[in-house]
C-alpha cells in the first residue's frame, strides 16, 4: 500500500488503514489497576515533537518519513497544539464563506495545491515495558484536517474528519525502542469543503496522541444499551460486546453497583447482548438526578485466569418521541441549551480537561441544562462530565458546508455538498459513524445530529438512516432541512435557527407532528440577550416548544501581542488575514477568557424553575416597596429640613446666577446652557454643563438591525447640541428654578427642556423634558449627561445588580449594590453598564490613600430612572474597534436616564428590538431625579 496524494481531492477516500471506530471505554489488567484509575496499557506521545512547515505539497519534505533522511533542518511543536500558534501559517477566522474565497477559483473536491499548507511531525519514541509483546495501536483524537500516518519507515494509513479519533494498528512495525513516527498533515483536502464551521481555521494534530495495548483477550467495543421500563423504575442493560484475541473459551461477568455501592447483578452475561438484564428499584437518570450506576466487564480466559477489566457508568433513562412530544422518562423535556465551540483563548480549539471542569462549573451557575457539540464531536471528558451533570446532549456530526449553498444570506445550492450526490455520501456516513461508535455509551446523549447548515439531500438523509437503524433509543437533528422541505424526514422535530417569536407560535398554532426547538438562538454577541423572556414564555403556553440553545457559549478571540507590544486579545482580522468576518466569532455568553458577561444573570433566570423565578421576583418586589418607602421618607425629611434652612444666597452676574447654601454652590451659566460648577462640601462634582443624552454607542445588534445607521442623527443631535433660548423661572431665598431650551439642526422638531431646582435645604431637582416630532426615527436613549472632573472611585446604587437594559432585567436582584466605572470585556467597545430601576445612585471619590473624601447623592423622584457611569463618552465607545484603542480615563460619564431602547438579541444581523422596548421620538419622554447637595 503506498500512499497517494490525489486521496487529498477524492472524496471516496477518506480512511486508508484506520481501525474501525469503537466506544471510548477504557481497560485494565487487574484491580489495583482499577483501583488507581491507571491505565498501564496506554502510553501517552503528547509532548515535544519535531516539525517542519511547508506552504504547499509541492514544497514539503515529501521522503522525511524515511529513517535516514537528514531533519536536521526540523523545530520543535508541541503536541497537542494548533499549528498558526506556535508560528507557523496564518491564523484565520471566517464564518460561512470558504476561507480561499477570491482567491482560489475552486469547487468541489478542488484544493489550491499552491496554498494548501502541511506540517511534517516527527517523534521518536521507546514502547513502554507494559505494551511490549501486545498487540499495539495508535489514537490520534483529532487532527485537522487530514494525514498520512508512517512508522519506522512503513507506511501505515491515511484519515480524514478532524474531531473524531483515528486508529491504527502498529503491531506488525513497532520495535521495544526507537520507533520513529511520521505524521504529515494537510490543512486543504476535499473534507475542507466539509468542514466549513463558523470558527478560526486551523491545522494540525490538535487533540492528545497515545498508544494503547490489547491484552490476550480484549474489548475492542462496548455497547451497554442501557434503557428504562415504563413503570421508570426497572433498568435494563442489554451489553454488547465485540471480543477480540485468545477468545475460545473466554467468559465474560458483569458486575452492575449503584451509587452507594450495593451490587444489583453480578454474574455471566452473553456478550452477544441478546439477554437483556432487568435490575429493579432503578433511580431514573435526569438534569436533577444524574444518578450513574457502575458497570464492570471482567474478561477470563478458558483456565479461569483474568484478563481485562473494563468499567462504565451508566445512567438508566428513556427518551422519546411520542404524541408530537419529546419526552424523558415520560415527562415533557425542555432544553435550556447553550451550544458551546471547544475554545481556549490560549489554545485555540486545543483545549484541557481543566478547561472542560471550568465550563461545566458555569452551566450548573447558570442553570444550563442542555448543550449542543457544535458543530463537531467533543472531546470524550465533556460527554462524562454531561453524565455526571445531567446535561442532555445533542451530538453534533463534524459537517459543515455553509459557503456551498448560502452566499451573502441567499440559499443558492447549484453546487452545494454533499447533497445527494453518490460520491460524498459515504464520507459523510463514516462521519456519523465515526460518532456514533464513540459516543454511543453516554446517557447524556438524547440527540444524534447529522451536522449544522448543509442544506440537504440523500447524503445527508443516509445519515439520519443510520442513526435511526443503530440505535432507536434517540432522536435524530438537523436544523437545514428548514431550506429544503423535500427531505423533511431527515430530522425528527422542527429545528431552526434564530426565529421570531412570532414565527415560532404561528408553526404552533397550527398543531403540527413535530416538536419545535430552536438549535441556535439568542445570538450574544457583545452587549446582548435582550427579549430571552419571550422564548421562555412560549414554553409555558405551547407544550411542543421544547427550548433551545443559546449561541454561543465562549468569545472566539485568541491572546496575542499587538502592534504596540501589548499582549491583547484578538478576533478575525487582526492576524493580518483576508478574507475574514471579524469579531462576529464574539458570541459567548461569557468571554474568551472563561469570566461570565453580564447577561449571565438573566440565562441563570430564565433557566431557571418558574418556582424558583416567582420566589425571585417576589423577593424584589419586597425590596423595591421598602426601598420606594425610605426614598419617600428621605424627600419628606428634606423638605421638613428646608423649612428651616437659612436662605439662599442669589448672585445675579451678567453671565452666569450663582445659588449658595450651607455648605454648597451651584453656578448656572447663561452661555454655557446649565450648571458649570456643582460644589457639595468643597469639592466640585462637574467638569462641564450637563447636556441631553440622546444617542449610545451602538451595540452589535444596533449595527446589525441598521438601527445605528436609521438612527444616526441622533449621534449628530447629541454631540452639538443648540441652546436656543434659557428661562429663569424663580430666583427668591427658598427656591431657585432656570430653564434652558435645546434644538438639534440634525432632527429637526425635536426638542428638550432642561429644568434645574434649587432650595435652601441643598437639593437640587433635574427635569429633562423630550417634545417629539412626527417622522423622526427611533431613539436609542433618552436623558441627562454630565461629567465628573476627576474620575469617581466607585459607585453605589440601590436597584437592580448588574447591567441591566428593558428587555433584559428580570434576572437582576433588587438591593445596594456598588462597582467601580468600568467597561465589561466586549471585545468591540460599545454600549454598556445600564442599571435599570434605580431608586438611590452615590458617586463616590478618594484620595491616593483610598479613603473616601467626598460623596453625591442622587435620589429618584417619583419614579426610578436608569444610569450608567463610565470612563468613556459614548462618541469614544463607538469610534473604537478595540478596547486598548481607548484612552487612559481621565472622567466619568454620568448619564442618568428616563428611557432607553432594549438591547435585542433574537439576532445580529437584522432583527430588530422588540416592539415593547424601542423609543418612539414622535412621543414625549422626561427624566427626573434629584442631587443631594
Not at 240 to 253: H, N, Q, W
Not at 488 to 513: F, G, H, N, V, W
Request: aromatic content about 12%; some cysteine; overall charge negative.
Amino acid at each position: 500500500m503506498h500512499p497517494d496524494l490525489k486521496w487529498l481531492v477524492d472524496p471516496e477516500v477518506f480512511a486508508v488503514g484506520r481501525l474501525p471506530a469503537h466506544s471510548d471505554h477504557r481497560w485494565y489488567q487487574n484491580e489495583q489497576e482499577l483501583a488507581l484509575g491507571r491505565m498501564a496499557l496506554r502510553q501517552s506521545l503528547d509532548g515535544e515533537w519535531q516539525f517542519a512547515y511547508s506552504p504547499c505539497p509541492a514544497a514539503r519534505p515529501a521522503d522525511f518519513w524515511q529513517e535516514d533522511f537528514d531533519r536536521s533542518a526540523f523545530g520543535p511543536i508541541q503536541v497537542p497544539g494548533h499549528v498558526e500558534l506556535q508560528g507557523h501559517g496564518q491564523i484565520q477566522y471566517i464564518n460561512t464563506m470558504y476561507p480561499w474565497d477570491g482567491r482560489s477559483n475552486l469547487r468541489p473536491p478542488q484544493i489550491d495545491w499552491d496554498n494548501a499548507p502541511v506540517g511534517s511531525y516527527v517523534h521518536r519514541f521507546d514502547l513502554d515495558p507494559e505494551l511490549a509483546g501486545k498487540r499495539v495501536c495508535i489514537c490520534f483524537e483529532g487532527v485537522e484536517q487530514a494525514f498520512y500516518l508512517w512508522l519506522n519507515g512503513h507506511f501505515v494509513g491515511y484519515s480524514e474528519d478532524s474531531f473524531t479519533p483515528a486508529h491504527f494498528d502498529l503491531t506488525e512495525f513497532i520495535r521495544p525502542t526507537g520507533n520513529l513516527l511520521c505524521v504529515e498533515v494537510h490543512k486543504r483536502c476535499s473534507a475542507s469543503w466539509l468542514e466549513d464551521q463558523d470558527f478560526f481555521r486551523f491545522s494540525g494534530i490538535f487533540r492528545p496522541v497515545y498508544l494503547y495495548a490489547k491484552p490476550r483477550i480484549h474489548v475492542e467495543d462496548l455497547w451497554l444499551r442501557a434503557g428504562l421500563e415504563e413503570d421508570n423504575t426497572t433498568g435494563t442493560l442489554a451489553p454488547r460486546l465485540l471480543l477480540s484475541g485468545e477468545t475460545d473459551g473466554c467468559s465474560v461477568t458483569c458486575r452492575i453497583t449503584d451509587p452507594l455501592g450495593r451490587c444489583l447483578f453480578d454474574g455471566p452475561i452473553d456478550p452477544s447482548g441478546e439477554t437483556a438484564l432487568h435490575l429493579p428499584d432503578i433511580q431514573p437518570w435526569d438534569h436533577a438526578h444524574p444518578v450513574l450506576y457502575s458497570v464492570l466487564f471482567l474478561l477470563k480466559d478458558r483456565q479461569g485466569n483474568l484478563a481485562e477489566l473494563v468499567p462504565y457508568r451508566t445512567g438508566f433513562r428513556r427518551f422519546e418521541l411520542r404524541d408530537g412530544l419529546m419526552l424523558l422518562n415520560g415527562e415533557r423535556v425542555v432544553f435550556n441549551g447553550v451550544n458551546r465551540h471547544e475554545w481556549s483563548a490560549e489554545r485555540g480549539r486545543s483545549i484541557t480537561c481543566e478547561d472542560m471542569d471550568r465550563a461545566m462549573a458555569t452551566f450548573r451557575r447558570a442553570n444550563i441544562n442542555a448543550v449542543r457539540t457544535c458543530h463537531y464531536p467533543n472531546q470524550s471528558h465533556w460527554y462524562e462530565l454531561c453524565d455526571e451533570n445531567g446535561i442532555y446532549t445533542m451530538d453534533e456530526t463534524n459537517l459543515e458546508s455553509h459557503g456551498s449553498w448560502q452566499k451573502m444570506g441567499a440559499v443558492e445550492p447549484s453546487w452545494n455538498v454533499p447533497g445527494s450526490l453518490p460520491q460524498w455520501k459515504e464520507c459523510v456516513v463514516d462521519r456519523a459513524r465515526s460518532m456514533f461508535e464513540r459516543d454511543k455509551n453516554h446517557t447524556a446523549i438524547l440527540i444524534w445530529s447529522c451536522g449544522n447548515e448543509s442544506y440537504a439531500g440523500e447524503d445527508i438523509l443516509a445519515m439520519t438512516h443510520f442513526f435511526h437503524e443503530n440505535d432507536p433509543s434517540r432522536l435524530v437533528h438537523y436544523e437545514g432541512v428548514f431550506h429544503n422541505r423535500a427531505f423533511d424526514s431527515i430530522s425528527d422535530m422542527e429545528s431552526r435557527m434564530y426565529a421570531t417569536p412570532q414565527a415560532i407560535r404561528e408553526y404552533l398554532e397550527a398543531k403540527p407532528e413535530k416538536p419545535f426547538i430552536l438549535c441556535e438562538y439568542m445570538h450574544d454577541m457583545g452587549n446582548s440577550l435582550g427579549g430571552m423572556e419571550s422564548y421562555i414564555r412560549l414554553g409555558e403556553e405551547f407544550p411542543q416548544y421544547q427550548g433551545g440553545f443559546i449561541w454561543d457559549y465562549m468569545d472566539q478571540a485568541l491572546w496575542h501581542t499587538d502592534c504596540l507590544g501589548r499582549r491583547v486579545l484578538g478576533y478575525g482580522g487582526d492576524f493580518g488575514e483576508r478574507p475574514t468576518d471579524y469579531n462576529f466569532s464574539a458570541n459567548g455568553i461569557v468571554f474568551a477568557d472563561g469570566s461570565e458577561k453580564p447577561a449571565m444573570q438573566e440565562v441563570r433566570y430564565w433557566y431557571s424553575s418558574p418556582e424558583q423565578r416567582s420566589l425571585h421576583d417576589q423577593k424584589n418586589v419586597e425590596a423595591s416597596r421598602l426601598s420606594a418607602q425610605q426614598v419617600a421618607s428621605l424627600h419628606a425629611e428634606n423638605a421638613r429640613q428646608a423649612q428651616s434652612a437659612a436662605d439662599l444666597v442669589v448672585i445675579e452676574g451678567d453671565v452666569n446666577l450663582g445659588v449658595q447654601g450651607q455648605g454648597f454652590e451651584v453656578l448656572f451659566s447663561y452661555t454655557e446652557a446649565g450648571p458649570v460648577s456643582l460644589i457639595s462640601q468643597g469639592t466640585q462634582w462637574l467638569y462641564r454643563a450637563p447636556r441631553p443624552a440622546l444617542w449610545r454607542a451602538a451595540t452589535e445588534n444596533d449595527i446589525g438591525n441598521a438601527f445605528a445607521a436609521k438612527s444616526a442623527a441622533w449621534m449628530a443631535a447629541d454631540a452639538l447640541p443648540r441652546c436656543t433660548r434659557w428661562e429663569v423661572r424663580e430666583k427668591g431665598p427658598r427656591r431657585v428654578e432656570i430653564a434652558y431650551f435645546f434644538e438639534f439642526a440634525a432632527v429637526p422638531g425635536a426638542s428638550v427642556e432642561m429644568i434645574y431646582s434649587v432650595d435652601a435645604q441643598g437639593s437640587l431637582r433635574v427635569r429633562a423634558e423630550f417634545q417629539g416630532a412626527p417622522e423622526l426615527p427611533e431613539l436609542p436613549v433618552f436623558g441627562v449627561r454630565f461629567v465628573l472632573p476627576e474620575p469617581a472611585a466607585s459607585f453605589g446604587w440601590t436597584g437592580l445588580s448588574g447591567e441591566t437594559y428593558p428587555d433584559r432585567k428580570k434576572g437582576a436582584t433588587f438591593g445596594r449594590h456598588s462597582d467601580i466605572p468600568h467597561i465589561p470585556d466586549y471585545l468591540v467597545p460599545q454600549d454598556c453598564g445600564v442599571h435599570m430601576d434605580t431608586h438611590r445612585l452615590t458617586l463616590e471619590r478618594r484620595n491616593t490613600q483610598e479613603a473616601a473624601t467626598a460623596r453625591l447623592e442622587l435620589l429618584m423622584a417619583k419614579e426610578p430612572f436608569a444610569f450608567s457611569a463610565l470612563p468613556y463618552t459614548a462618541q469614544e465607545l463607538q469610534n473604537a474597534d478595540h478596547r486598548e484603542q481607548l484612552p487612559p480615563p481621565s472622567r466619568t460619564i454620568v448619564t442618568v436616564m428616563g428611557a432607553v431602547r432594549g438591547v435585542g438579541g433574537i439576532d445580529s444581523w437584522g432583527t430588530d428590538v422588540e416592539p415593547e422596548y424601542r423609543i418612539s421620538a414622535e412621543q414625549n419622554h422626561h427624566v427626573e431625579f434629584f442631587i443631594q447637595l
